[in-house]
């Protein structure tokens, strides 16, 4: 933990999913008044190559997230992570199944 603290090691969005559920509270609790934050260090990313193919955590992901996790029903929301993934292999191949 004490390497999260400090910012040596980043947290995956995982671990992040991971610690929002123990907590009992939303993933987005996290990115709260960070909006503006997180648009910058993305875009920093991929300014100096470094992390290129980071992914862009902005209002709009924030919301799906936040409402994809209030979604109870264990189904419904497997068949809607399906419609999206296949949404989005139509735009990039290297994510078909």
Do not use: C, W
Not at 5 to 21: D, Q
Not at 28 to 42: D, Q
């Amino acid at each position: 933990m004490q390497k999260y603290e400090k910012g040596v090691n980043r947290v995956s969005a995982g671990r992040l999913f991971e610690i929002a559920s123990v907590l009992g509270v939303p993933i987005t609790y996290f990115f709260e008044g960070a909006e503006g934050f997180v648009e910058h260090e993305n875009a920093q990313f991929a300014e100096d190559g470094s992390d290129a193919h980071a992914p862009v955590m902005n209002t709009e992901t924030l919301d799906l997230i936040a409402a994809f996790q209030k979604i109870e029903d264990t189904s419904l929301r497997k068949s809607l992570l399906n419609t999206v993934r296949a949404a989005a292999s139509a735009f990039d191949p290297k994510l078909q199944d």
